[in-house]
T-cell receptor, first 115, second 111 residues
């Protein structure tokens, strides 16, 4: 079946504007994750959804960042009042959500540039 | 607080030789470790994993070794092929699904 898809693939926005990034996980995957990769750095965990449980928001860097997930499908990551340091590739991943350690499948990412 | 560290930002290996990528971690609660491979403009793809109850896992040309006492894991690729050129990330799980990633090592295989 189809893999994880993300849209848009690229987004250029002006500082101070809000942006919404979308993730479509693999069908049937109950767990969904958002990560961020800044230039030259590793993947930084942002937020994790598992079924109907309360999301793990421990990685969100500020209250300008929020994410929602509709059931076990689409998720949107919203960044309000964007800043230049928000420029990064935002990656979404999904997994079957079974026992810990099961591999996550990543989308191609959204490259966000804040000018 | 970098809980997973890949101290070599880059590695260059001749085609046909062995590539060894290293990763160190600090959190003794990590119980599952994974390696991901990433090509430019693509998301990371899962390569191989190992549970903390094992010290070795092999899949074709790829072998992951885990030394729990040293909190160290390594990925061996043999023989290395040009298509292996990519950025490799190690990741660790504390048993709660969330993965903690290292900074990545860029592997270049020279013909």
């Amino acid at each position: 079946g189809a893999g994880v898809s993300q849209s848009p693939s690229n987004k250029v926005t002006e500082k101070g504007k809000d942006v919404e990034l979308r993730c479509d996980p693999i069908s049937g995957h109950t767990a969904l994750y958002w990560y961020r990769q800044r230039l030259g750095q590793g993947l930084e965990f942002l937020i994790y959804f598992q079924g109907n449980s309360a999301p793990d928001k421990s990685g969100l860097p500020s209250d300008r960042f929020s994410a929602e997930r509709t059931g076990e499908s689409v998720s949107t990551l919203t960044i309000q009042r964007t800043q230049q340091e928000d420029s990064a590739v935002y990656l979404c991943a999904s997994s079957s959500g079974r026992l810990a350690g099961v591999e996550q499948y990543f989308g191609p990412g959204t490259r966000l540039t804040v000018t | 607080d970098q809980q997973v560290k890949q101290n070599s930002p880059s590695l260059s290996v001749q085609e046909g030789r062995i590539s060894i990528l290293n990763c160190d971690y600090t959190n003794s609660m990590f119980d599952y470790f994974l390696w991901y491979k990433k090509y430019p403009a693509e998301g990371p793809t899962f390569l191989i994993s190992i549970s903390s109850i094992k010290d070795k896992n092999e899949d074709g040309r790829f072998t992951v070794f885990l030394n729990k006492s040293a909190k160290h894991l390594s990925l061996h690729i043999v023989p290395s092929q040009p298509g292996d050129s990519a950025v490799y990330f190690c990741a660790a799980s504390p048993g709660a699904q969330k993965l903690v990633f290292g900074q990545g090592t860029r592997l270049t295989i020279n013909p």
